[in-house]
C-alpha cells in the first residue's frame, strides 16, 4: 500500500512483417505502458504510421467536428454497436452533408439576426428624436448630423463659427443640426462641443414604424433559428450515436496507426519498449505468444526496484540475436550508475544497452478500494514518484479522523455520509466520486466523535438521554464548551499537540526509510536529526520545561492525570543532568536529545539549521483541532440558543448549560431545580418560546444556522485538515512527480469487435 506496483519493462521484437499483427496483440492486452523511441541508437530510426493512418486522422477530425456541432453528449450514445468501415465511409458521408448544410443555414441566420438586432440597437435615440429617417438625409444644400450632446453648448459653438444658417432638433439630449454648409465644415464646428455624432439609418419615414419593422423582421428569423437548430437536434438524435461509435472506432485505429512512431525500426525489425506491472508479465507473455507466436522475441529487461530517486535498481540479463550494422546482438542490462554519473546510452554491435527513453517507471498506486478515493486528493499536491512512499494510506488513516475530531456532531456527520453517498453514486466524474468517498469517510468518523461527545445537531440529547440509558452517567468525552467542562477544552489542546509530533514523526519515519537508500549515515543526519529534535524537544516541554510549560500538560494538574482524563500520566521525568552556570536553571536530558539532533542536521546540510524551530512550530500548528472544535461547538451552540434558549445549572466553572427543549427556560427557573440542581438564571429565552411570529424567525435561524455550520465545517475543518497534511506532513517527505500509468489500449464504451 505505501510503495506502488513494482514494475517490470518489456521489450518486444520482431520482424517488419507481424508488426501490425503484434500492434493489434499488445492493443487488445491493453497492459504495455509504451516508451518512445529516443533515436538515440545507431542504425535505428523512429518508425513511420501505418498506411492509411492520416486517412483514419482525417475522418476523426470529422467526426468529432460534426459531434461538435450537433452538441452530441455521452448520454446520446445508445446501445454499443459493430460499426464497419463501410458504414463510416457511407453514412459519414450523408452525416456531413445534411449537418454542414443545415449549420451553414444556421450561420446565415445569426448573421442576419446579429444584424438586424445591430440596427435596432441604433434605433433608439431616432426613435427619441422622432424625425422621419429620410427627412434626415439627401439634401443638396443643407449638411444634416445627428448625435448626442447638449443642445445649448452645440448652438453655441455654431453661433461663434463661420456657419451663418443652421437650425437645431433636440429631444432627450438626441441633438439633429441642419446647417447651410457642407458637412467637413459642420463637423469642424463641432468639435469644440459635448457631441456623440450617429449613424442615420438607411430606412424611410417614421423611426417607430420602421423600428416595429425590425422587430418584426427579428422575431421571422429567430424563428427560421429555431426550425434550423430543431433539425440539427432531430440530426443529434438519430446520428448520436453512430458519430460516438465512429470516433470510438476511429480513434482506435489512428491510436494503432501511429504506434510505429514509438518503435525504433530497421529496414526488416522492430523494437518496441514499455513498462508492465511485474505480477502481469508472465500473462503478457503468454497472451501475446498464443497471439503472434514465435513471431515476435518477448523479454523482461529490467525489474524497477524502489529507490528514493524513483529509480530502477535491480535487473534481469537477456540475450537477443540480430543482424550487423548498429542492430543490437545481445545485452546485457547491469545496475545502473549514479544519477549524477550516467552518460547517454549507446546500442553498439557487440551488446550494449537495451533500453529506449526514460529510466523512470510509470507509477500504478496499489491501495485497497477504500483508500482510493484519496488518491485524487493527493494528486492535488502530485502524483508519487515510482520510488517515493504513497501517502494515500497515511491521508485515508488520518484526515477523516481528524475531520470528524472537529465537527463531531451525530447529525452533522449522517449529512456528510449522505452528501458523499450522493456524490459518489450519482455522479460520472471520477474526481467527484473521489470527493464523495471522501465524504463519507469524513461522515462517518464525524458521527462516530458525535455519538463520543453526545451530541446531535449541538444539542445534548444523546449525552443526556440514550447514554443514561446505556447505563451511563453521560457521554464519555466533551467539546469543552461549557465551564462544567471546561478541562476538556486543554484537553484537546494536548491531544492536538500529541497528533501533531505523532503526524509529524511518521511524516520523517517515512522520510527516514527512504534516505536508507544513500545509507544509515545519510538517513540519521538527514531524518533522524529531525526526529530527535521533535522527541528531545517536546519531552522537556511535558516535563515541565524548567517550571515554563502549562500546568495542564504535566503534574498532578495535568490532563492526563485526571484534569479530566484519568489516564495516570502526570508527564515526563525531568532527567535534569546538571545546573547551568550562572542561570541556576536545571539542564535537562532530553535537551541533550534535541541538540545532538541540531548537531546532525547540521552536519547533513547547515543552511537546514535554520529552520530547526520547525519542531516546535510545525507541532503548535496542530492546535487548530483544538481551536476549529471549539469553534464549530460555539457556532451550533449560538443557533440552538437563539432557537430554544439556555438556562443554566450551578455557579461558575461548575455551571452547565441546558437548552429549552421540552419546556422553556423561564419554567425550568420557575421550578427551581432540574435533576436536582439549582437553576441559577436563564442565558436567553428562546425565540420559540416568545410567540408565534418569533418562533416563526426562530425556525429560519435554526435552519439556516445549522446549514452554515454544515458548510462552514466543510470549508474549516475541511480545509484546516487538508493543510495539515499537504503543509505539514507531506513535506517531511513528499516530492511528487510520478508518471502515470498509460497503457496502450482504449477501453470500449460504444462499440464491441468488429
Known sequence: MLRPEKMCRVSVTGSKRTMEQTIEAVHDLDMLHVTEYDGSWDGFEPGNSID?????????????????????????????????????????????????????????VRDELRAVED????????????????????????????????????????????????????????????????????????????????????????????????????????????????ELDELRLDHAGFLLAAEEKLAIEAQKGEAPLTFATTENAFIAEGWIPNERYAEFQR?????????????????????SEGHAESHEEVQREGGNGGEPVGSSVDAPEPESERQPQETVADGGVITMGS??????????????????????????KYGEFD?????????????GFMIGDLGYGLLYLALGYGLYSKVDSAVLKSLGGVGMWAGGFTALFGVLYGEIFGLHTISNVVWPALGFEGAPIHKGLQPHYGEYATAWLTVSLLAGMAHLAVGWIFDFVENLNHGLWDAT???????????????????????????????????????????????????????????????????VLFLLGLVLLALADPIEVVEFLNVL?????????????????GMAFVVNLLFFGVYVTGHG????????????????????????????????????????????????????????????GITSAGLQGVRLEYVEFFGKFFEGGGKRYNPFGYERNYTTED
Open 653 to 712: 466553572s461548575e455551571a452547565e448549560w441546558h437548552f429549552g427543549v421540552s419546556h422553556s427556560p423561564s419554567y425550568y427557573l420557575e421550578q427551581g431545580t432540574y435533576h436536582g440542581h439549582e437553576v441559577t438564571e436563564v442565558m436567553f429565552g428562546g425565540l420559540v418560546h416568545s410567540g408565534i411570529a418569533a418562533a416563526l424567525v426562530g425556525v429560519l435561524i435554526l435552519v439556516l444556522g445549522h446549514l452554515l455550520v454544515l458548510v462552514l
Open 617 to 633: 512550530v510545525n507541532v503548535l500548528s496542530y492546535t487548530r483541532l483544538a481551536a476549529v472544535l471549539l469553534a464549530k461547538a
Open 52 to 108: 492509411g493512418t492520416n486517412e483514419v486522422s482525417d475522418k476523426l477530425v470529422t467526426v468529432r467536428s460534426l459531434q461538435s456541432i450537433l452538441d452530441v453528449s455521452e448520454e446520446d450514445a445508445g446501445p454499443t454497436r459493430v460499426v464497419t468501415d463501410e458504414a463510416i465511409e457511407e453514412q459519414l458521408d450523408e452525416v456531413r452533408t445534411a449537418v454542414n448544410e443545415l449549420d451553414d443555414r444556421r450561420d446565415d
Open 359 to 384: 529510466d523512470d517507471p510509470p507509477v500504478i498506486q496499489d491501495n485497497p478500494s477504500g483508500v482510493r478515493p484519496f488518491e485524487d486528493l493527493v494528486e492535488v499536491v502530485n502524483r508519487p
Open 119 to 230: 440596427r435596432i440597437n441604433t434605433m433608439a435615440p431616432f426613435v427619441t428624436l422622432g424625425i422621419d429617417l429620410d427627412l434626415l438625409r439627401g439634401y443638396d444644400s443643407l449638411s444634416v448630423v445627428v448625435g448626442e450632446g447638449d443642445s445649448d453648448e452645440i448652438e453655441t459653438v455654431l453661433a461663434a463659427s463661420d456657419i451663418e444658417t443652421f437650425e437645431l432638433f433636440t429631444e432627450d439630449g438626441v441633438v439633429a443640426v441642419f446647417a447651410q454648409a457642407d458637412e467637413d465644415a459642420l463637423q469642424d464646428a463641432l468639435v469644440g462641443a459635448t457631441f456623440s455624432r450617429l449613424e442615420v439609418p438607411e430606412g424611410d419615414g417614421d423611426p417607430t414604424s420602421y423600428l416595429e419593422e425590425l422587430e418584426h423582421e427579428k422575431q421571422q428569423l429567430e424563428s427560421k433559428l429555431s426550425t434550423v437548430e430543431d
Open 391 to 403: 501517502p494515500t494510506v497515511a491521508f485515508f488513516l488520518t484526515f477523516p479522523a481528524f475531520f
Open 525 to 591: 543526519t538527514e531524518s533522524g536529526s529531525w526526529l530527535l529534535m521533535l522527541f528531545g524537544l517536546w519531552a522537556w516541554v511535558f516535563s515541565g520545561a524548567n517550571g515554563a510549560a502549562p500546568d495542564f500538560l504535566y503534574g498532578s494538574e495535568g490532563v492526563f492525570a485526571g484534569h479530566p482524563l484519568p489516564l495516570g500520566f502526570a508527564g515526563m521525568p525531568a532527567l535534569n543532568l546538571f545546573t547551568i552556570p550562572g542561570l541556576g536553571a536545571p539542564f535537562s536530558a532530553w535537551l
Open 287 to 307: 497472451a501475446l505468444s498464443s497471439t503472434v507466436g514465435d513471431a515476435v522475441d518477448i523479454d523482461r529487461i529490467e525489474i524497477a526496484e524502489y529507490d
